[in-house]
């Protein structure tokens, strides 16, 4: 529930004074102030802030509200803030946390701290947290709450509503209490809002959803989100595999997902973890790039390789060298478009067995229809350029080739990709760029030697 | 509220039952089909099929659920869609539709139709049309329903209760009922399950949360995607600037502004729009593409008249055109991680006044270190690959400057653009590539002329 509009001036207002108060040791001043920030505020702001401020200010914070606030914080940051707590500190953060997020926690400690923690905790945490840390990281089962409000069929709602007066507050984001039997099989579901509207002497049978079937805890947190994204739930009841009720899943943690899976395709393409942390060290940042900086330094070795194929031509005509980088650059940004596309398309489910091949044949022409105008266009703009309409129709053809290989290749690699259960979006743009740099300059080389040199 | 569980699998099965039934004309059997599937589970059929099946499946569902499957499609295709149907059929799927996505489908029809579609409406679905109408695209007002129920401070619970069980079923998403004063001003919310746990003898005021305030109805979409995901709102009210309650924004609407958001990132990068629909017809789609290769062709020509200006070097070393590509490759994908971080940063709203320098400084410190590192290691590729020692150390330079320049650039390209309020996503990546590409081969061809003529 909005308590209090916040937007992203304002928060850049505050990050000012916070850093201002910072700058003038008003120390105290600043404890003051992130007292009365709610935790996601916090959060933010450490998100926001360099490393220097970070480290002052998580001293600052309440250790009451640490808890709350990793909750909050991506999981880059979240890592390397709990990395410095004190197993005990870990212990009474643990204390508040929900679930899920307990066990994402305790998932990236080191072993004798994890232990330590353990111990330190209450045999009731100590029980949710072994539960939790049953389920495999980016199942519907990791990202479940256990706090779920339950029901008999077979009770009339007035007796419903007493009991909920005398059990109090409802959890977080309740819309629908969950009916399920003696075995705690899940047999449907009663929205909140109908209790409100429902006639009391109902029984709970009456008005309950009958046909809600529970996610089950095994399925991957994606396709659950597709699955709120898809039906516009608010909650959903998490099954095991009797359907017997085992939690439930609150939008909340959904539109995480929902966020992490489309940063994870966007950072992807581009080489990098979505985890990544913005105001992270340099020399941590600069190690994390390396390896996808290597894979490229390998790819630009093996498409000079083409060129040096071609020493020969490129001795004699100076022009073939310097024109040879537009036909591969035409052909990568044609090809990141369709894969851009296709990696989507995977992302949301939409592309399956009976699409598939559709698709490439639809990108293929694309890709041939591209070539067929951009290799006219680039004809007739080096014809003018360099006056010569021979080398005018190398390049023009060298394009029909790569650009319609470009089609084929954004479309046919991340689904190639996917079968071989390798990440299209991470690995998707690199091996494409490959192949239309090696293809690019193959085609225009080719072609120049041979018409060139013979 | 879960009706049915339907994963990807069963999804990729009934498009595939679909596919058979309307390739053998059972058209019976398949209006049967549609007909027995929720709205949104049609509408992913219709964006997971190519374009002859979904003319055929669109023929063949029923005119009744019309709004609601359009409610559901991505934008490309509802435009497309909407286009076709009669203006009587639009207004009847209009008078099922949400305020907020009736006014998007108005949006987008040309004059003429706009006109007669809202003389077959009733005067009250008018009356809802043209206050929606009255809100800017992406903002808070567009995204907006009207359907708020109220509650006055002084009233006590159990008249509430008993006025709710009298009202009948709330609005979809409702978990707080709103309270005004008589000028429609709002005073806060109670939520509703707080009605059902708090003593019936309270009053309206005793249990509303009083701090709530509103979001302004001109605040950006995505502004207000942040605060929902900053403070796990399941819905949140919209005021004007009299503190005027108009409406309110549910987080079914903000799950489908933060995938367009993401989605605007990634396929923004690639040079594509975010509204393109993956099964689209190939010459509308090769059209849309063309404006981006059009602007690569001339980012490729200005990099090949770089290169033209070193055509003496070029002329008599070819081993320098073999491996002149390298630099720019290596310097692309290294900028490329940086712009990639920094727009998510800023859709994010992390980044602002406060840190956008450190952040400048912190990626050109990434940029130089790479810069050390990669110079090093191409260095002794190509001395080890060429056995020349002089050019290992010509491409290690190059590499050294361009990497540091790729750095600034990725970090302060985007920040520069958002400035002049252009779209850092889309803009970013082609301006970015070509610095790269021209300071790397100005670099690369420059120290060669200056060391290898002189």
């Known amino acids: 529930m909005p308590v209090e509009v916040l937007d992203n001036e304002l928060t850049d207002q505050r990050l000012n004074q916070l850093t201002q108060a ?42 009451d509200h640490t808890g709350e606030i990793l909750d909050e914080l991506g999981e880059e940051l979240k ?49 949710r947290v072994e539960q939790a840390l049953s389920y495999p990281d980016d199942t519907a089962g990791s990202i479940m709450n256990t706090d779920t409000v339950t029901l008999r069929p077979d009770v009339n709602i007035d007796v ?40 009391p002497n109902a029984s709970v049978r009456d008005i309950m959803a009958s046909k809600l079937e529970g996610i089950p805890v095994g399925m991957s947190d994606s396709e659950v989100a597709q699955l709120f994204e898809r039906h516009d739930w608010v909650s959903a009841p998490v099954i095991g595999d009797d359907n017997r009720l085992l939690g439930r899943i609150t939008i909340d943690d959904v539109v995480d997902v929902i966020r992490e899976d489309a940063e994870h395709s966007m950072m992807g393409m581009a080489g990098m973890d979505d985890d990544a942390d913005t105001f992270g060290p340099v020399i941590k940042s600069t190690l994390q790039r390396s390896l996808w900086l290597t894979i490229n330094l390998f790819a630009a070795l093996l498409a000079a390789s083409v060129s040096n194929m071609f020493e020969g031509t490129l001795e004699q005509f100076a022009t073939i060298a310097i024109l040879m980088t537009i036909v591969p650059s035409m052909g990568g940004v044609a090809g990141n478009q369709t894969l851009a596309l296709v990696i989507r398309g995977i992302a949301l ?99 120049a030697t041979f018409f060139l040199l013979n």
């Open 160 to 199: 419903i509503l007493r009991y909920l007066r005398i059990r109090g507050k409802l959890p977080e984001a309740t819309d629908t209490l969950y009916v399920v039997d003696k075995h705690d099989s899940l047999l449907g579901g009663v929205r909140i809002s109908d209790l409100l509207t429902c006639d």
């Open 22 to 63: 910072l700058g003038s040791g008003m120390f105290v001043h600043v404890r003051n102030m992130l007292h009365d920030m709610a935790a996601s505020d916090v959060a933010f702001i450490l998100e926001s802030s360099p490393p220097r401020t970070r480290q002052v200010l998580w001293q600052l914070i309440d250790q």
């Open 349 to 447: 489910g939409q592309i399956g067995q009976s699409n598939s091949r559709w698709l490439i044949g639809k990108e293929l022409a694309i890709g041939f229809l591209n070539g067929v105008l951009w290799s006219v266009l680039v004809f007739l703009a080096i014809w003018f350029w360099k006056g010569d309409i021979a080398l005018g129709g190398l390049i023009g053809g060298a394009m029909l080739i790569n650009m319609t290989v470009a089609g084929f290749a954004g479309a046919s690699i991340p689904l190639l990709l996917k079968k071989m259960n390798i990440d299209p979006a991470l690995a998707g743009g690199m091996v494409l760029t490959t192949v239309t740099d090696v293809i690019g300059l193959f085609a225009f080389l080719g072609l």
């Open 79 to 127: 890592d390397n803030l709990i990395k410095q707590m004190s197993p005990e500190r870990v212990a009474k953060a643990a204390a508040r946390m929900d679930t899920d997020d307990l066990a994402y926690i305790l998932r990236s400690l080191p072993d004798s701290v994890f232990n330590q923690v353990l111990q330190s905790m209450t045999s009731q945490d100590r029980t």
